[in-house]
């Protein structure tokens, strides 16, 4: 039977979330009929959780640099097709009016998520998309013309063309928990490994909880031998578990991708970052001269966090921090400067997914087209958003993965 005794759509999207969203309005907006089976008891979760509830929702730089996964041209289309300029353009008609901030992010002028997510619902309103909540598709049969989903509450929806929107892992509580994918491969698709990305990373490091709540401006790497895997800069947290902020959440990708494989990974941290090795230890010298009357924990107040200092001088291997300031050696010296530029911890792994902003891995996108989001194995349906392996870079990429690929979905769904 249908849904609630009506006739059948021409298409049924899984999953109601920014990819979701978009694939409805632009198939409906070329004459298709359309519903929407959302798992949770509203649709956009994410949308409200994303850029700190003020929704990163693109990105100027929009670059195929940006993104990830094990073929990342495959984004070039859809991204090509609907880019920055379009989904600013898609939202002002919306009426969301954008802005560009530092590092080329977009925002509403609002700042406010809730607003984004208001014009997207109000737009599904006033078009005529069916939206169902706490409707969790349990299975898929069928193909294009032909399709039945099943409803984990018995009922079933039949539909022409279908397209899975269900986004990853990350972030489970607001919606996505992984089950788009047994969709996927009960319909001939494999997944690649899927892991937490934009995530905080966990360290070994006996001083976490003495450090804890700390923040710098710095710069931090990934590194497995000397190799540097990947760096970044900005503002850094220390955790009682390890570290966080925008660089290390940017770095958790590569962690994650070198973890998984069994490899050991290192984070070097530079917590003076605007001084060259030779700058910072002529200022080493002057300011121990100058200081040279203190203890030395105390001859740093002032350059260093005072609760970092004690562990820093630890680590530079100065069991008596309180000796005069006077009396540190050439070699503490050098020391000191090490830490301070090159500070290395063992990363042991990453938070869960209920802490990562999304996935990485998802559906294989070798047997997707990349021009219509189409299966190449099951006719009539197509894939939008996180599901697949593609993940951007914090600063709004994932967001317009999202907008992008779903408005390809529904258009070409639309069409077919």
Not at 14 to 23: C, R
Not at 247 to 263: F, K, Q, V, Y
Not at 303 to 325: C, H, Q, S, T, Y
Not at 372 to 401: H, R, V
């Amino acid at each position: 039977m249908t849904l609630a005794g009506k006739s059948s759509p021409a298409v049924a999207v899984v999953g109601g979330g920014a990819a979701g969203l978009t694939a409805a309005i632009s198939a409906r907006h070329r004459g298709a009929g359309v519903v929407i089976l959302e798992r949770m008891d509203r649709v956009g979760k994410k949308i409200l959780a994303t850029g700190n509830g003020r929704c990163n929702l693109s990105n100027t730089h929009l670059d195929i640099g940006n993104y990830f996964g094990s073929n990342p041209k495959f984004a070039y289309s859809a991204l090509s097709r609907f880019d920055f300029q379009k989904t600013v353009e898609f939202f002002d008609r919306l009426g969301v009016t954008c802005k560009v901030e530092e590092g080329g992010k977009v925002f509403p002028v609002s700042d406010q998520a809730s607003s984004v997510l208001d014009v997207l619902r109000h737009e599904l309103e006033v078009i005529g998309v069916e939206t169902v909540c706490q409707a969790e598709v349990k299975n898929i049969a069928g193909s294009k013309g032909n399709f039945t989903l099943h409803l984990g509450d018995g009922n079933s929806v039949a539909a022409q063309r279908v397209i899975i929107a269900a986004g990853g892992r990350a972030a489970p509580g607001l919606g996505s928990n992984g089950s788009g994918y047994a969709l996927a491969q009960k319909l001939g698709h494999s997944i690649v490994d899927t892991f937490p990305a934009l995530v905080q990373l966990k360290l070994d490091s006996p001083y976490l909880k003495q450090i804890k709540g700390i923040k710098f401006i710095g710069s931090a790497e990934i590194m497995a031998g000397n190799k540097s895997l990947a760096g970044a800069e900005g503002e850094i947290l220390f955790t009682d578990y390890g570290i966080s902020g925008p660089p290390i959440l940017s770095l958790s990708r590569t962690a994650g991708d070198w973890l998984r494989r069994g490899e050991k990974v290192i984070l070097k941290i530079c917590l003076i970052n605007y001084k060259s090795r030779e700058e910072l230890e002529a200022y080493l010298n002057d300011r121990l001269q100058k200081q040279s009357h203190k203890n030395l924990d105390f001859s740093f107040v002032g350059f260093i966090n005072k609760r970092l200092v004690p562990v820093l001088l630890r680590e530079a291997g100065i069991p008596d921090v309180k000796k005069n300031a006077g009396r540190v050696t050439a070699e503490e010296k050098n020391n000191i400067a090490q830490i301070l530029q090159n500070w290395r911890f063992e990363v042991t792994g990453t938070n869960p997914w209920q802490s990562a902003q999304v996935t990485a891995g998802g559906v294989d996108v070798r047997d997707i087209n990349q021009k219509t989001m189409e299966s190449k194995l099951t006719p009539g349906l197509f894939f939008a958003g996180e599901i697949m392996d593609i993940d951007g870079a914090c600063g709004g990429y994932n967001l317009q993965w999202a907008w992008s690929s779903g408005f390809i979905a529904g258009e070409s769904a639309a069409l077919s």
